[in-house]
Every structure is written in structure tokens, then in C-alpha cells.
């Protein structure tokens, strides 16, 4: 693999400190430097993103009294994706006194990344988790309750207590909107200023520190200049390189990308999230896919028909004829495996031809068994508006028929690579949420991106950023800057290229073949032979892309292909780092599932001694150079996960 990559220096996170694991975040917290009051009023921030870690960001930025420029595509901050999520949000409060605690909580979530993520920044994240419920209460989130008034909890997968705090099936649109009102006040009070309708283009460096961006204004065109002194993402994920994926059509890597284009190193981009509980795609006009709580999974039971090519009607196949496969391979855990686990297992019965639905693509997730236990009313109070979408999308109501799932593209565990301050490798850049690659390792549990993103945006970023700010005020730099110019010029030259080329296909056309090649070679399952066959492909189409596609229309004006295009190319150079990162991973872990390292019993294989380490790639413009980060533990042993 030495034509596709070469390996540099190692690197270490030097930011955490040493000590007892549950004393660090205080240690860290108490020895960062602060900035008064008076001088936070002369310094700057840039936050590119509003969903809930960018949004909680810019909010308690604002809140401390420093200048903020947030930065959004959507025409409103609470358009966020963040608004999209479901089932909840995990905290270690063990209300239902069923043995939860911050080190269960902690210990679920590094088993859950198969021993891949920081103990560190993980035992942090659990610390934390307790902190956040009680900031959403206090702005107003309607979180569920139970009989008596107090906060309802329920499980999700990889974990056998209940902790997970949710408002229906609407939980990340509540607190995103709790968020929301926190920034609009903010804006109010004039310490954020708002941009809407503004894209991330390009970051802007002086002297190897992160100094602002470039943004194009979507409805204008015009590009503009934004300098600070520091910039922080929170621009989400990148699963929309897949094309069919649970992440609204507008999610994309551009602003990741180009700082790491920069210099800032992508860390485990080959760490992608299959979600198990996903609307089968109906055909091939469909542009996005659709989620499915895996809160459902508390109470549905998750099954196929026991013989292969079985086209019966669900209530026509009798008991002894169905086979709920989970609860079979996996009885400690039963339909709450985690969601790599869930969703290798679905596949694993499609390809036996026992799957249900067109093309066998699905198997069934059935609320019968609850419905008879609980009632109709209890079963809809819980999940009513997550039946209706279903039925809305499929036109089949799920409480007289099972429900039909099938695994999706949904997360991406992978991002920017961050110290435990939230740091890129570039000073003054910060990096927060699913667009770091911070917390969870190589598989996300469950209702724990919510907990990440509030957690990185009201209580980290805020304590670590001090630390870099209390150097400032840096110089102003003005637009005329020699910096500042080379990114303005780049934008422009890149957007004029994109519209000289006048070719015969459409951005969405080599958007959907790339996704096509994604899925099928570096999706839930990936092999040597496949991840080199997609490389050769995506190069090939990367360099048709250059001079086949279409772009009409002028910059000077809304113009929506311009900007689908310039995402896609973002995502031709990210799908061929993916790709190259899955392949020199000859392990399996967690999402990353290679055919060639699996247990006699189909469970992932994970290779402690060779592969125990974060892969953070810096970018040359030809072969990437691997920097390793070694991962040890010293408060949860490494075993082989195991949910039987």
C-alpha cells in the first residue's frame, strides 16, 4: 500500500492531564488560563455551524461576553440537522436506580466504540452528561415525564440500563430549539451576530494560526471575508458521501475539508455509522433515506420468516415460523444490540434470502407483542408521531403491520482530528461535535451524539478556548492581508473553474454514482479487493467530474447546482481517504467491518497489537501521510466485545 500512502510521525494528545481519570476535567478546567471580563468584550470567535453543538456554542460564547459570528446554510439557525434526531439524549443521572453511574455510563461507551476512543475525552463526556439534562430543564425542553412528574428514561442499544432522556420522538428538535433560544438572545443582546444563508468556503491562516474564513453569501453570491480570533466548527458529519444517507440533502464536508486541506489532520474517516432502524429506499428516484428511532427497538421485536423466499404477509406466517434473530444470537442484550451489531445482523439475513419486502431488502420490526401488553394508547403516547411518519412515507400503518427496516448510512464517528482542549492540529482552530472525532471511536451508541453536542458547545469549548484566547488580542487583520487575499482568490478561481466547464452531466449524477461506489465497497462490509477496485473508480470520476460537469447559471445570484458541485468535489477527495483509510485498517471494529478479520462466528475482529491507535491523515495533494495516536487504557480492559 506504500504507492496509496506513507506513514509520519506519531502524535499525541499533550492536553489531557495525568492523574486519576475522574479528577482530569477539573485539573484541566482549574489550569487553563482565563480571560477577564473586559477583555473577552475586545476578542472574536467565528462559529461555523447551529445545530446543537455549534449553536450552544455561539450561545454561551455570546453569554461570556465575547464577540461572536455564527455561521449557517440554512435560512434559519434552527433548520440545523440536529433538528432531525429522534430518540434521545444518554445522561448518567440513574433516576430509575438500576445501577447507572458515570463509570457505567463512561464504560458502556468505550466497549460501544469496540475500544477505539479516549478514555479521556470519554470519561469527560460521562461527567458532563449530568450537567446538560439540568441546563435543558432549566431552558424549558419538555422532556417526557412519568406518572409522578419526574424526567422518564428508556434504553437504546449496547447498554442494559435506562438512561436515555427523550421528548417522544422529537427529542433533538426540542433541544435544538432550547439551544436556538439560547443564541437568539444572545443575538439580541448583540454579542452574536447572525449569518444565515452563508456558506463556508475557505479557512483563513496567518502564520500557521487558524485567523477566519471565507463565506459565500447563497442568495448574492457575494464572498465575503470573516476574521476573528479563532474559528470553531461544528459542521457535522460527512455521511452524505454515501448519497443515500439519513442526513438532510444539505449536510456535506466542505468546511472540515478545506481546514484540512490546511493542515488540520482527518482522523478515522473510514469510521462510518450504518443505522439499523431505516425506512427501506423505495427506488431508485429517492435522494435520501429515512430514520427510524432506534427507541422503536425498546419495544418492537425485530424479525424475518425462518424459510428463504417466505413472500407471505407478516400475520400470515405463524410463530414457530419467524425467527427473531436477535434475540436468538444475542440474548443478554436481544433487540438493543448496538447499532453496527443490529445492523451487520440484518444484512447478514437478507443475503440468506430471508429478507421481507421488495427486493428482500428489510426485515420486519413488530409492535404486536406490545400493543397486547400495554395497549394501543400507551404504545402510540410513546412512539404516535414516529408511527405517523412511517405511515405518511410507506402508506402501511404500523399497528396493524410490522414495520419494515433495513441498515443506512447515518453517522460518522470519524472528523477532524482534536486535542482534549477540542483543538485541531491547526492553533486556533477548534473543532466540536460529530465534525471531531473525539468520543466515540468506532461505533456510536445510541442517543450519545445529542450528549456530545451540547456537552462540546455549553461546557468544554467554553473552558478550553479561554486557554488559547488569554494569549489575545491577536493583531487585527485586515481584507487587503496577503492571507486573506490567497483564500479569496482560491474561492473565486474554484468557483469560476466549476462554472467554465459547461460539460453534459448533472453534480447529482456523479454525486449518485460515487455513493453507489461508497456503498457498495466501503459500506457495512469491506474487503481488500473492493476498497482498491473503489479507489480506481473514484479517481476515475473525480477526474470525469473535472470535465463533464454541468454548472449553469452565474455566482452572482442563488445558484444550488453550483453549490451541490462544489460539495461533490469535496467529496470525491474525502471518499478516496475513506477508502484508503479502510483499507490499510486490516482489522474490524466496531462500524468498520472487514470480511477478512471476523470471529468463526461473524463478530468483528479488532487486532489490538497492530492497529490499537487513532489514524489522523494529513493531507500533501497526492499521498496522504498517516500519523498514528496510540490508544492505551488504563481503566477498561480490552477484551473481544460480546453482547451474548
Known amino acids: 500500500m506504500s504507492e496509496l500512502f506513507t506513514e509520519g510521525t506519531s502524535i499525541e494528545d499533550d492536553r489531557a492531564p495525568a492523574g486519576p481519570i475522574e479528577e482530569r476535567w477539573d485539573k484541566r478546567r482549574f489550569g487553563g488560563r482565563l480571560v477577564n471580563p473586559a477583555n473577552r468584550r475586545k476578542m472574536s470567535v467565528i462559529v461555523v455551524g447551529t445545530g446543537l453543538a455549534g449553536g450552544s456554542a455561539a450561545a454561551t460564547l455570546g453569554e461570556l461576553g465575547y464577540h461572536v459570528k455564527s455561521f449557517c446554510y440554512q435560512d434559519s439557525p434552527r433548520r440545523a440537522h440536529s433538528i432531525a434526531a429522534q430518540g434521545g439524549i444518554n445522561a448518567a443521572k440513574n433516576y430509575r436506580n438500576d445501577g447507572d453511574s458515570i463509570q457505567r455510563l ?29 441546563q ?17 428514561t428508556r434504553s437504546f442499544g449496547g447498554v442494559q440500563v435506562s438512561r436515555t432522556f427523550y421528548a417522544r420522538g422529537q427529542t433533538g428538535q426540542q433541544l435544538l430549539l432550547g439551544a436556538y433560544q439560547a443564541l437568539e438572545r444572545q443575538v439580541a443582546a ?17 502564520d500557521g494560526v487558524a485567523r477566519g474564513i471565507i463565506a459565500r453569501d447563497m442568495v448574492t453570491g457575494e464572498i465575503e471575508t470573516h476574521t476573528a480570533d479563532a474559528v470553531v466548527l461544528a459542521s457535522g458529519g460527512y455521511g452524505n458521501v454515501f448519497f443515500l444517507s439519513t442526513n438532510a440533502k444539505g449536510c456535506n464536508v466542505t468546511a472540515t475539508w478545506r481546514a484540512h486541506r490546511k493542515g488540520a ?49 407478516p400475520a400470515d406466517i405463524p410463530e414457530d415460523e419467524r425467527d427473531y434473530y436477535l434475540e436468538r444470537i444475542y440474548p443478554a442484550f436481544g433487540n438493543l444490540v448496538p447499532r453496527d451489531i443490529a445492523s451487520r445482523a440484518a444484512k447478514n439475513v437478507c443475503d440468506e434470502g430471508r429478507g421481507v419486502g421488495p427486493g428482500g431488502l428489510g426485515v420486519y420490526l413488530d409492535f404486536a407483542d406490545a400493543i397486547a401488553r400495554l395497549g394501543r394508547d400507551a404504545v402510540a403516547a ?3 408521531n414516529l408511527f405517523e411518519m412511517y405511515e405518511r412515507i410507506t402508506g402501511e400503518d404500523p399497528f396493524e403491520v410490522p414495520m419494515r427496516i433495513y441498515p443506512a448510512v447515518h453517522y460518522t464517528m470519524g472528523g477532524l482530528w482534536v486535542d482534549y482542549d477540542l483543538q485541531s492540529t491547526i492553533p486556533g482552530l477548534f473543532v466540536i461535535g460529530e ?32 486557554d488559547y484566547l488569554a494569549k489575545g488580542p491577536l493583531e487585527k487583520i485586515g481584507d487587503d492581508h496577503e492571507a486573506v487575499v490567497e483564500a479569496r482568490d482560491s474561492v473565486r478561481d474554484r468557483i469560476e473553474k466549476l462554472l467554465s466547464i459547461d460539460g453534459d452531466r448533472t453534480p447529482d449524477s456523479f454525486h449518485r454514482e460515487l455513493g453507489a461506489v461508497m456503498w457498495e ?120 466485545r460480546s453482547y451474548k
Not at 427506488?283 to 425498546?298: A, I, P, V
Not at 473508480?537 to 445558484?559: A, D, H, M, S, Y
Open 190 to 206: 448583540g454579542t452574536v451576530e447572525m449569518f444565515a444563508r452563508h456558506e463556508m468556503l475557505e479557512l483563513i491562516m496567518v
Open 382 to 384: 410513546k412512539y404516535g
Open 106 to 134: 463512561f464504560y458502556d461507551t468505550v466497549k460501544g466504540g469496540d475500544y477505539r476512543s479516549r478514555e479521556s475525552n470519554v470519561y469527560r463526556l460521562a461527567q458532563v452528561s449530568v450537567e446538560i439534562i439540568d
Open 265 to 313: 489532520l482527518f482522523a478515522n474517516p473510514c469510521y462510518t455509522q450504518i443505522h439499523p432502524t431505516c425506512i427501506p429506499q423505495s427506488g431508485e428516484h429517492q435522494s435520501k433515506l429515512t430514520l427510524m428511532s432506534e427507541s422503536l427497538r425498546n419495544d418492537g421485536r425485530v424479525w424475518v420468516p425462518v424459510k428463504k423466499d417466505d413472500t407471505r404477509k
Open 521 to 640: 465497497y466501503c459500506g457495512m462490509e469491506r474487503t481488500d479487493a473492493g476498497l482498491r477496485k473503489a479507489i480506481d473508480r473514484i479517481r476515475e470520476l473525480r477526474q470525469e467530474f473535472w470535465t463533464r460537469v454541468k454548472v449553469p447559471g452565474e455566482n452572482e445570484e442563488l445558484n444550488q447546482n453550483l453549490e451541490k458541485a462544489g460539495r461533490i468535489a469535496d467529496f470525491f477527495e474525502l471518499a478516496e481517504l475513506m477508502c484508503i483509510d479502510a483499507l490499510h485498517r486490516e482489522e474490524s471494529c466496531g462500524g468498520h467491518f472487514r470480511a477478512e478479520s471476523q470471529t468463526p462466528d461473524g463478530e468483528a475482529l479488532r487486532d489490538d497489537e497492530r492497529f490499537a491507535y487513532v489514524a489522523a491523515w494529513e493531507y500533501t495533494g497526492h499521498a496522504p501521510v498517516l500519523h498514528k495516536e496510540n490508544l492505551e487504557y488504563e481503566y477498561v480492559k480490552m477484551t473481544q
Open 136 to 152: 435543558c430543564v432549566a431552558q424549558g425542553v419538555p422532556f417526557a415525564r412519568d406518572y409522578g412528574g419526574l424526567l422518564d
Open 435 to 466: 465534525a471531531n472525532f473525539s468520543d466515540h471511536g468506532a461505533n456510536r451508541l445510541g442517543a450519545s451524539a445529542l450528549m456530545q453536542g451540547l456537552a462540546d458547545g455549553y461546557f468544554v469549548l467554553p473552558n478550553t478556548i479561554s
